[in-house]
């Protein structure tokens, strides 16, 4: 059962724009939660995390955004970039044991 | 520092051939990780390891798979009478250490690709 989810398989952007990426859970233990981004033939690349006891967490450019209520989180990227283009994955995690669950993944495409 | 290695990076298998995939973990990492991503898929988690004990095998798929991590560092998966399902990417990870209410960030090696034919 997909316990993460990403509904959106692709989002095209404009350079300089907002980017806005969204995922949704169904596990109500998970209570970390967290974004990778992938570029072809490399490994997922963290990029930022939020604990369930926050609701927004921001580094520089990349802001996530958790509704615990809804059981949705998204992460934000402002001012978009061509370098932002990539495939963008949420993850999550229970407190006992680190193992991830992740979504299918997001492409982002950005256009210059 | 070095990342996360991985190698084969590509490995390609006859069906009903074995393969073993190796990961070195970021030095000083006391927790890896194996997932599996299949195409067009997000990565799913297969086992974990702190330093050398398997902590969680939940996620192998069946008893062909088997992973070790004799000495705390490298790791090994390997994969006996490979079957064409098997192809995906395999993904190792590493953490500096888990401990209860504390969440360290899991790097990423590039994978090895498996193709079963």
């Known amino acids: 059962d997909q316990q993460v989810k990403q509904n959106s398989p692709s989002l095209s952007v404009q350079e300089g724009r907002i980017s806005i990426l969204n995922c949704d859970y169904t596990?109500?233990?998970?209570?970390?939660f967290l974004w990778y981004k992938k570029y072809p033939a490399e490994g997922p690349t963290f990029l930022i995390s939020i604990s369930s006891i926050k609701d927004k967490n921001e580094d520089g450019r990349f802001t996530v955004f958790l509704n615990k209520s809804a059981k949705h989180l998204s992460l934000h990227i402002v001012p978009s970039q061509p370098g932002d283009s990539a495939v963008y994955f949420c993850?999550?995690?229970?407190?006992?044991?680190?193992?991830?669950?992740f979504g299918a993944g997001t492409i982002l495409r950005v256009k210059s | 520092g070095a990342g996360v290695s991985q190698s084969p990076r590509y490995k390609v298998a006859k069906r009903g051939q074995d393969v073993a995939l190796r990961c070195d973990p970021i030095s000083g990492h006391v927790s890896l990780f194996w997932y599996q991503q299949a195409l067009g898929q997000g990565p799913e988690f297969l086992t974990y390891f702190q330093n050398e004990a398997q902590l969680d095998k939940s996620g192998l798929p069946s008893d062909r798979f088997f992973a070790e991590r004799p000495e705390g560092s490298v790791s090994t998966l390997k994969i006996q009478r490979t079957q064409q399902e098997d192809s995906a990417v395999y993904l190792c990870?590493?953490?500096?250490?888990?401990?209860?209410?504390?969440?360290?960030?899991?790097?990423f090696g590039p994978g090895t690709r498996l193709l079963v034919l």
């Open positions: 993850a999550a995690s229970r407190e006992y044991g680190n193992k991830l669950s």
């Open positions: 596990n109500s233990m998970f209570d970390y």
């Open positions: 990870a590493s953490s500096l250490v888990v401990q209860p209410n504390r969440k360290e960030t899991q790097y």
